[in-house]
């Protein structure tokens, strides 16, 4: 689980427009139990599927499980103003 995740993490910085990555790492995320960059990775995947209404309750769900002022926290506040226009 840990290389399949370093190795979807390296393919959505290479491709950030995979939807199917994101879905993927989101899934293996959540088999990782690490919740809150599941739900951000799917709100990655819902802006590229340009519905900011999922998009808006994944980071509503990954905000509580990030770390403030972490990059992964920066990011999902970037998604949470991409999904309020």
């Not at 910085?13 to 690490?34: F, P």
């Not at 739900?39 to 599927?49: I, K, P």
């Not at 999922?54 to 990030?66: I, N």
Request: hydrophobic share 40%; no cysteine; charged share 20%.
């Amino acid at each position: 689980l840990p290389s399949a995740i370093g190795h979807l993490e390296q393919s959505t910085l290479l491709d950030k427009d995979n939807s199917g990555s994101w879905r993927l790492l989101a899934t293996a995320y959540g088999k990782a139990g690490q919740k809150g960059l599941s739900a951000l990775a799917l709100a990655e995947e819902a802006v590229l599927q340009d519905n900011p209404d999922v998009a808006r309750r994944q980071v509503d769900a990954a905000m509580p499980e990030l770390r403030p002022g972490s990059p992964a926290a920066i990011r999902a506040n970037d998604i949470r103003a991409y999904a309020a226009q």
